[in-house]
């Protein structure tokens, strides 16, 4: 054994701390050069970065439906961009490709008993031998254990906790490394709030779109069991589907993946809750935007949605607040041409609340 | 080339790649971001229409 090694091993067992463990493994790596593993550590990263740097996340785009702008406008806009960062990635695929095919079969041999092999096997045996969840956890929430490591030691990925929404970024990683499957993500999901929905990376959303495993009406129904309101998820679920209903190359899945007629059965859940509760709709303003979007995309019946509205501004119940707010919103509506003005009248002018509102 | 100078150009070629999507990823999320400015701008003024204001 080299000296090298003899250093690294008596570090390694004095390491009490996950970044004292991370130095020596970076330590050990620095000595010997696995250029497979390198290429496709890499090649992961960039990808998965590539993948963050050109997502518009469904906070992104609730944003900018709540404000009255539209998922076709930020695709225009940052189209160039987009592009820049696909022939980035692409570049560097290539370049990475090519510099790996450099090497000699003569050294891939002489790898497969590097240092850095030994010592990572010592680190995997430490965490194996250490039953201490928490710390597992800790180790594994500042990623100081990497991909090939979880590979060898499944007992991690049990232990990652999948409410948090950390270590559903990481399970982005595992997933796309098949580390993970589809079905253990998705128990994650499942186990998750409505709020953090949105932290669910788009490659874990990619990767279940293409292996068509994602049952959006049984996820997005547990969502909205979880909550109080299950007006407030029925809105915020017709918003996320059509989020992803309208993420470039999806649309023509949607037929595939059954999402219509999911988000079919979402609306009659919606229309459940609005008739129960007409005011409780109006006052979910933040929805409107989503519903007229999802209307102009045909997953919500227009006739349907002007009569909820008609119906829930006309409701006696409704405070005078609630109906100002109301009206602004409609107006809103109507200068972004969802509605046209005769509609706004309609709505406005034509139902119980408005003499009371002028009174 | 030997393994060393191989993940040496791996290496450059990576943090390349990453400096640049770092910075193209900055871009993209200041583009969403003053387009919100804008639909805030007109929101505001929409609202102040509908109010009289």
């Given at each position: ?9 008596r570090?390694?067992?004095k ?11 970076q ?42 702008g ?9 189209e160039?961009?987009?592009q ?29 008993e ?7 096997k ?11 969840l ?29 409410t948090r ?38 490659v ?13 009406t049984?996820t ?20 996320y ?8 190359g ?60 008609k119906?829930?501004m006309?409701?006696?119940d ?24 005769e509609?706004?009248?309609?709505i ?12 | 080339?030997?393994p060393?100078?191989q ?9 390349d ?37």
């Amino acid at each position: 054994m080299s000296m090298e090694e003899d250093i690294l091993k008596r570090d390694l067992s004095k390491a009490e701390t996950p970044e004292a463990i991370q130095e020596i493994k970076q330590s050990a790596e620095d000595m010997g050069i696995d250029i497979e593993k390198l290429v496709n550590e890499r090649l992961a990263a960039i990808s998965t970065k590539a993948e963050v740097a050109e997502t518009t996340t469904p906070g992104q785009v609730a944003q900018v439906e709540s404000m009255g702008g539209s998922m076709d406008e930020i695709e225009k806009r940052t189209e160039g961009v987009d592009q820049k960062i696909g022939e980035v990635k692409a570049e560097a695929r290539e370049r990475i490709e090519k510099a790996q095919g450099e090497q000699s079969p003569v050294e891939v041999t002489q790898q497969k008993e590097s240092p850095a092999d030994i010592a990572l096997k010592q680190i995997r045996e430490k965490l194996d031998a250490d039953k201490d969840l928490r710390q597992n956890k800790v180790v594994i929430d500042n990623k100081l254990v990497d991909i090939a490591e979880i590979t060898a030691n499944p007992d991690l990925v049990k232990q990652i906790d999948w409410t948090r929404p950390a270590s559903l970024k990481t399970a982005g990683s595992l997933l796309e490394s098949g580390v993970v499957s589809s079905k253990e993500v998705l128990k994650g999901i499942a186990k998750l709030q409505i709020t953090v929905l949105e932290d669910i990376p788009m490659v874990i959303l990619k990767r279940l779109k293409e292996e068509n495993s994602l049952d959006f009406t049984q996820t997005l129904e547990s969502m909205i069991e979880k909550n109080k309101s299950g007006l407030n998820d029925s809105l915020l679920a017709i918003s996320y589907v059509a989020n992803i209903v309208r993420m470039p190359g999806w649309g023509a899945a949607t037929s595939k993946l059954g999402l219509k007629d999911n988000i079919l059965k979402i609306r009659d859940k919606f229309v459940e809750s609005s008739n129960k509760d007409p005011e409780a709709m109006i006052r979910t303003t933040e929805g409107l935007p989503a519903l007229f979007d999802a209307s102009e995309r045909k997953l919500v019946e227009r006739e349907d949605l002007m009569r909820w509205l008609k119906d829930g501004m006309s409701s006696e119940d409704m405070n005078m607040p609630t109906f100002r707010l109301s009206v602004r919103k409609i107006l809103d509506l109507e200068s972004r041409g969802k509605i046209s003005t005769e509609e706004a009248e309609d709505i406005i002018k034509n139902n119980p609340n408005y003499q009371k509102y002028l009174g | 080339m030997t393994p060393e100078e191989q993940a040496k150009k791996i290496e450059e070629i990576y943090n390349d790649a990453m400096q640049k999507l770092e910075k193209l990823g900055g871009e993209r999320k200041e583009i969403i971001r003053s387009y919100i400015k804008e639909l805030e701008v007109q929101k505001v003024n929409a609202i102040r229409a509908s109010l009289g204001l």
